[in-house]
T-cell receptor
């Protein structure tokens, strides 16, 4: 994951538009990746995951893309809604047995009405 | 299904006091994790347990922090003595070891040490 700074990257989109949140991970040996959503005052909530043997995975309104060549992960949210406003974290981990998640710094997504 | 349960949700204490945070993992989950979240450092793993046994405590900041898991349904994180720099949100998470890696987080305990 990325080092943490004082200010989160922010992204503002209009309601109904698509949004793309990016994440650069640190370990080329990481083989499992997760996106979490954290709303104000709540714990991180699982959104979608992807293993390193895949480059794309789709859920309901969300798609995760993985580019291992450049160690890049993205989360696409289609037709954004006000409830999508939150901080989004990517996390990486090594191997099936490894349990240590390393979190990125997060991106604050704001949906404008 | 109840999610991960944490208590208290908010704690305000004075420097030097002992603080105990509590966590009940999701039933059937046998791995439990304690995290700390601050603006400066983001989400940091403090310690995790498999089958009630501490596996990795390398994230515990110093000896003032200790964690226990006396049984499969309960864990504590204790800070003694507390300091203002311990102010943060502390999350507990759990997962089913051996399966999907996803960890499920509790609502957190917001700690303020004055």
């Amino acid at each position: 994951g990325e080092s943490v700074g004082l200010h989160l990257p922010t992204l503002s989109v209009q309601e109904g538009d698509n949004s793309i949140i990016n994440c650069a991970y640190s370990n080329s040996a990481s083989d499992y990746f997760i996106w979490y959503k954290q709303e104000s005052g709540k714990g991180p909530q699982f959104i979608i995951d992807i293993r390193s043997n895949m480059d794309k995975r789709q859920g309901q309104r969300v798609t995760v893309l993985l580019n291992k060549t450049v160690k890049h992960l993205s989360l696409q949210i289609a037709a954004t809604q006000p409830g999508d406003s939150a901080v989004y974290f990517c996390a990486e981990t090594l191997g099936q047995g490894a349990q240590k998640l390393v979190f990125g710094q997060g991106t604050r997504l704001t949906i404008n009405p | 299904d109840a999610g991960v349960i944490q208590s208290p949700r908010h704690e305000v204490t004075e420097m030097g006091q002992e603080v105990t945070l509590r966590c009940k993992p999701i039933s059937g989950h046998n791995s439990l994790f304690w995290y700390r979240q601050t603006m400066m450092r983001g989400l940091e793993l403090l310690i995790y347990f498999n089958n009630n046994v501490p596996i990795d405590d390398s994230g515990m900041p110093e000896d003032r922090f200790s964690a226990k898991m006396p049984n499969a349904s309960f864990s504590t994180l204790k800070i003694q003595p507390s300091e203002p720099r311990d102010s943060a949100v502390y999350f507990c998470a759990s997962r089913r070891q051996g399966g999907q890696e996803t960890q499920y987080f509790g609502p957190g305990t917001r700690l303020l040490v004055l």
